[in-house]
């Protein structure tokens, strides 16, 4: 008898096509577990966790015993299927394609990796046709949301796939009315808005194609802040320019570049540019086109479960492994077309190597993974990473590796992906563990070096032909150092290959360089040459650039470094650029070889005295923190500030972000301590309102370090209330409960009775957070003494504040209003509406007084407006968050929906999760109470997961609490019972007398907003 089983809808099993009854919802939630994971093993403590999350029975295991038992005796009549104990625990026998989550993602990635488009779409509607509704429904866990959530997003991956595979088949028509519906799901979504539009375009509705970008990106700066991106910008220029390749391809068109066109514009395309008078390697060339799919050798787009295709170029310094990486790569885009991802790993520079964790959050960005989404765990980004490449196929090039450890979190987890490596080392660990095909680079054969100086030189080769061997030769046949003579031979017309064969062999008495430990690499003299021939302002530029410890540098950067304008940095930036001794790499920005940067290094410590390097050096971090002071007041303007231009700021910060982290690490460990904490002080309001996260701990880190070894405490003190900051913003709380707790200590050393008060109000937010009341109260309580022995009015507010949301969560709403009357005279006395504002809709929210709150609301849209002008994401999602709360107790859901989704919207942009699992849970108990039982459950489900994993045990209880309110009053009131029981037990755990009641008109529960560490404002 054959039986199939379904996750894809109610977990569900037929053998020989009768229904099986799988008993009561844990009990399918045992199968629903074992099925995801068929044909593997779950341990039994996974197993428990997965089903029951913290709400586990006293007597589990006899209970989960016998949930097995009966499934077993459920399935008896299909013998080649059975529940198996084994030592890694319970394991499903059935063959996985019997799973219809199994067979979906087989079905999809080939799919993916289908070359006929007819073909690509019969499977996807196989695929697509097997979901039955919600997967996993009816069941509830904390991991079984997060993993409904996971196969949803999978889903929806899908059908975007599934799109572009009709959309170049012509059926344009037949998608629109789908793509309508699901972009009103998705305002958001930039991928969905490129094919809605393409597809009205082809329909013969410009004008709507025109309105659909207007409406995006409305959408996009409204809740978001930011602009479409450069594909769907690209997209709409074309078609307001009516460009004949945007129509559909003609009938039975199916070619590969047909389907890299349709994706191009959204794939990463991140190769550098391609060699100039590339020359030779054609042995090695073949080498990595037999690893291409079509190539008959590994062939990878076979399935998304094998390892991926690893190539390895090794090679001494300056070989043309990078040269060698770049031109195939260009020449292989047509088998990857999803895209191509590029990082320099920098691994033989001294100073700056690339972190893997750092190379996977280029690459998840590039992928289209916002910075706070992005984790902060190496582990954890890898995975992801893995995730977002799993059936895409890409080529993924990791120029310049130095060990098989920084190499090995890049790996991609799929078949269908080719990596290729360069590296001076031979990496045997890559060969052996990974199966790598090793590419060895030897100097290039004579005849070929001599062929690229007649590409870069000319006739002269030939005219020349004894001489421009020995040049070649004199070149140790290096491309590198057989670029910078020919560059050199280029300038000097009046000589002879000869006479500067002649010339270079004078320099040969200078120390030769062995790049790498290869004897063959002796290219200093070549390097010499070069160098000698330079005008000595030239010369100057030269040697200091290679002290810079960023990636690259601006030409006004430049020119700091050097002391010299910006005209003549740019005017010598050239000379350098055309003797091939710097590289350009963008727009007004040059880059440097790591062995040329070694050789300048070298020669700035010959040539220009200690304390001139240091001023050098000084000079270029005191122009970078300068830029970076403009940067944040452009973005961040005072009222008596001249204001700057915020989205010029946003992109400077942006391009010299590497080099910004660069400094504030260099000058850590290498003595601008000063300019390391001045440099993430100024940057850490932006790194805080959306900025890389992790970078963002990393470089604050530093700060902290470079305080250490200053001995400075109150500098100490700063930069771990920052670092503590960012723990708590990505739900980290032990950790920035640690970190308060030892910026609080310095603060007492200094014996700064104002910052130990906001120590301790710090500390008392994480403690909130927890859910920890009593200490909470506590802190804040020390703190207000602390702030009224000091005289600050500001600071005894905000401390009344929080007490009285302590008060309020306990239960004691009039003592609440007690401890609010006073703050609210304070913040009226110090002119501080914003806070004003928030307090008294706190009154009013307490007091239900409809008047008050009308007159609420209309102050807090005030707030909201000049918060907005201000450019503060962080206020700007609290205002909106207590907007909402004001709207939900005036009986308006709608209006408070509405702006609950902006405020989650700008929180997950920020990467504050612990607010964010509070705005699901206000979102969920509003669309309840609006009479959306479905969508409220979704968002508290959300808020189950996030609250769960960050030990927020409140919002944990408000989620089950918000659930079981979805089940009242249905036909399924059964499943309200365990959520209430769980929400009884928290809110007993947690002190709080009183449950919440369930949203409704002038309901919101509680009072919404939670305390944080931030001073700008009440909490």
Request: hydrophobic letters at 45%; a negative charge.
């Amino acid at each position: 008898m054959t039986a199939e089983f379904g996750v894809l809808g109610v977990v569900a099993a037929q053998v020989s096509g009768r229904s099986v009854d799988l008993g009561h919802a844990r009990q399918r939630s045992v199968l629903g577990v074992l099925l995801v994971e068929a044909g593997r093993p779950v341990p039994v403590d996974q197993l428990i966790d997965r089903v029951w999350g913290e709400s586990v029975p006293q007597r589990v295991t006899n209970a989960l015993y016998s949930y097995i038992s009966r499934l077993r005796r459920a399935l008896a009549d299909a013998p080649t299927v059975a529940i198996q104990r084994q030592p890694g625990g319970y394991r499903v026998t059935a063959d996985p394609q019997t799973v219809d989550l199994h067979r979906f993602r087989r079905l999809v990635a080939q799919a993916r990796n289908e070359a006929l488009d007819q073909r690509a779409t019969e499977q996807y509607a196989q695929a697509l046709g097997l979901w039955r509704g919600e997967p996993l429904a009816g069941l509830e866990s904390p991991w079984l949301t997060s993993m409904r959530h996971v196969l949803l997003r999978e889903r929806f991956a899908a059908e975007l796939d599934r799109n572009d595979v009709l959309l170049r088949l012509g059926r344009h028509a037949e998608l629109l009315p789908d793509l309508a519906a699901a972009v009103t799901d998705h305002p958001l979504d930039e991928r969905l808005a490129e094919q809605s539009m393409l597809a009205l375009y082809r329909c013969g509705r410009q004008a709507d194609a025109d309105e659909q970008y207007r409406r995006i990106r409305r959408c996009l700066a409204d809740e978001l802040g930011s602009d479409p991106g450069l594909a769907l910008r690209s997209l709409h220029e074309r078609i307001l320019a009516a460009d004949p390749g945007l129509m559909a391809p003609p009938a039975g068109a199916n070619a590969s570049g047909a389907r890299l066109a349709a994706v191009a514009a959204a794939a990463p395309a991140q190769l550098p540019a391609d060699v100039r008078a590339f020359t030779g390697r054609a042995e090695e060339l073949a080498v990595l086109d037999r690893l291409l799919p079509t190539a008959g050798g590994s062939d990878t787009t076979t399935s998304t479960g094998t390892a991926p295709t690893i190539a390895l170029l090794s090679g001494t310094a300056g070989v043309g492994k990078s040269a060698l990486a770049v031109r195939w790569a260009h020449h292989a885009r047509p088998a990857f077309p999803d895209g191509q991802l590029y990082v320099d790993l920098r691994g033989y520079d001294a100073e700056q190597p690339v972190a893997a964790a750092d190379a996977l959050a280029w690459f998840l960005n590039s992928l289209g993974i916002r910075g706070p989404e992005i984790p902060l765990e190496v582990e954890e980004r890898a995975a992801r990473y893995r995730s977002a490449l799993a059936g895409r196929q890409m080529l993924i090039l990791l120029d310049n590796a130095s060990s098989v450890e920084q190499i090995r979190p890049l790996l991609p987890g799929s078949g269908s992906c080719l990596v290729l490596i360069t590296s001076r080392d031979s990496l045997p660990g890559m060969v052996a563990v990974h199966g790598a095909e090793r590419v060895n680079l030897d100097l290039l054969p004579l005849a070929e070096a001599v062929g690229l100086l007649r590409r870069l030189i000319g006739a002269r080769v030939d005219r020349e032909p004894s001489a421009a061997a020995e040049l070649a030769a004199a070149c140790a046949r290096l491309p590198l150092a057989l670029r910078i003579g020919a560059e050199l031979a280029a300038t000097r017309t009046d000589a002879t290959l000869a006479e500067l064969v002649v010339e270079l062999g004078d320099h040969s008495r200078l120390d030769l360089l062995d790049a790498g430990g290869d004897p063959r690499a002796e290219v200093r003299a070549v390097f010499s040459w070069s160098y000698q021939n330079l005008p000595a302002d030239a010369a100057r530029v030269f040697r200091l650039f290679g002290l810079q410890p960023g990636v690259d540098a601006h030409v006004d950067a430049v020119a700091a470094l050097t002391g010299v304008r910006a005209a003549e940095a740019r005017r010598l930036l050239g000379l350098l650029a055309r003797a091939s001794l710097i590289n350009a790499c963008g727009p007004g920005r040059y880059g440097m070889h790591d062995l040329l940067r070694a050789y300048a290094g070298e020669l700035a410590a010959e040539h220009d005295p200690a304390p001139d390097r240091r001023t050098a050096l000084t000079t270029l971090f005191d122009h970078y923190l300068a830029r970076s002071v403009a940067a944040m007041a452009a973005l961040y303007p005072t009222p008596t500030a001249e204001v700057g231009d915020p989205d010029a700021a946003r992109r400077w910060i942006a391009a010299e972000w590497p080099n910004l982290a660069a400094i504030c690490l260099h000058g850590a460990a290498h003595g601008w301590r000063r300019h390391a904490i001045a440099l993430a002080e100024t940057l850490f309001r932006y790194l805080d309102e959306g900025g890389p996260v992790a970078e963002a701990v990393t470089v604050t880190s530093a700060a902290v370090t470079a305080a250490r070894a200053e001995g400075d405490l109150r500098a100490q003190a700063q930069a771990l209330s920052n670092l503590g900051r960012l723990h708590r913003r990505h739900g980290q709380l032990d950790r920035a409960a640690e970190t308060y707790r030892q910026a609080l200590a310095r603060y007492v050393g200094l014996g700064d009775r104002a910052a130990e008060a906001g120590a301790l109000r710090n500390l008392g937010s994480v403690r909130w957070r927890q859910g920890h009341y009593r200490q909470a109260a506590e802190h804040y309580q020390q703190a207000l003494a602390l702030y009224q022995g000091a005289g600050d009015e500001a600071g005894q507010a905000d401390a009344l504040v929080r007490l009285a949301l302590v008060d309020e969560r306990l239960g004691d709403q009039e003592q609440a209003v007690e401890r609010l009357q006073p703050a609210l005279e304070l913040f009226a006395q110090l002119d501080d509406e914003y806070s004003e504002a928030y307090v008294f809709s706190l009154i009013a929210r307490l007091r239900r007084r409809e008047d008050q709150l009308e007159l609420s609301a209309a102050r807090l849209e005030l707030s909201l407006a000049a918060v907005r002008e201000m450019g503060g994401r962080t206020g700007e999602a609290y205002v909106l968050t207590d907007l909402a709360a004001v709207y939900a107790c005036l009986g308006r859901p709608t209006d408070a929906a509405g702006h609950l989704r902006q405020a989650l919207l700008l929180h997950r942009r920020i990467g504050d999760r612990a607010s964010e699992a509070e705005v699901l849970n206000d979102l969920g108990r509003v669309l309840g109470a609006a009479g959306n039982p479905a969508g409220a459950r979704a968002q508290h489900a959300e808020a189950l997961a996030l609250a769960s994993e960050i030990g927020d045990r409140y919002e944990l209880a408000r989620a089950h609490d918000g659930i079981a309110a979805t089940y009242e009053n249905t036909d399924e009131p059964d499943l309200a019972r365990p959520h209430h029981e769980h929400a009884r037990e928290l809110f007993s755990a947690l002190s709080v007398p009183n449950v919440p009641g369930h949203a409704g008109p002038g309901d919101t529960g509680a009072v919404n907003r939670q305390p944080t560490d931030q001073s700008q404002h009440a909490p």
